[in-house]
């Protein structure tokens, strides 16, 4: 009995790790361009995105209008959205510092705790937690999200949203300097 719950408990370890989205940064270490976070966020950026449920199917699409500048070590983004459809939060100011090389930490207010993030060539990794609506709750969800520079004014970006290890929506947004 005790090797059958030790195989129980091992068989849904391997099935819940193997449902989430999980990228390897060093893949990109020699991909150019090479991405520089606050170089690119200098500036006005306008981006366009979706977010899809688990089945695929749209949820919301949106705009967003970047209005970033360094102050000593940090990076500060306002961003504004406008929805298409669903809704989300109108406003968010990201507060961005340098942690290092090629390592960043941040907040901002709708942000659990800190994000962290790590460039890799032309990549870029942040991670963080977000409390997100869901019917009448708040569901706090973990987000995984990738940069890849296209070039200096372009970049696209996907996020994997995950809950106890599991995948359970995607945002894709493009983004292009002004």
Known sequence: MKDLFRGWVLLCAIALTGCAT?????????????????????????????????????????????????????LILDETFEYAIGDGPKTRTWVIEKQGDAGYSGSAGDISGLANGQSFGNAFHWQYEMDIPVGERMIRVQFSDWFWALDERRLFNRSYLQKFGFDVAEVTIFMERL
């Open 22 to 74: 999980h990228l390897e940064g060093g893949r990109y270490q020699s991909v150019e361009p090479e991405f520089d976070l606050f170089a690119f966020f200098d500036g006005s950026v306008r981006a366009w995105g979706l977010v899809q449920g688990r089945d695929g199917e749209l949820v919301q699409r949106f705009t967003v209008d970047i209005d970033g500048r360094i102050e000593g070590n940090q």
